[in-house]
């Protein structure tokens, strides 16, 4: 089964709403062992499990593109938009 397939399954299997729900609950799980990271220290294992979450919330991010029937090309050129304008900032920021 490909990925995309993979996906539309899911959410056919579980509910857009339900895996928006489960996203936020991926977001959360990405937080708590990120600040467990910061407060412990960085050791191996603290990093595959902030590995393992960034796994879980990206499955979760593609599944919601597909949610919103978001088109990948308006997606990218967003994500480019953003991306030069942190550009920027951060060569303000430089400057300064």
Known sequence: MKRDEIYKKAIDTFGSVGQAHMLLEEIAELQK????????????????RVIDEIADVEIMLEQMKIVYNIDPNVFMSRKRFKKKRLAKMLETIKQD
Do not use: F, M, V, Y
Not at 33 to 48: F, P, V, Y
């Open 33 to 48: 062992e990120i600040c467990k990271d910061l407060r412990n220290g960085t050791t191996e294992q603290s990093k595959a």
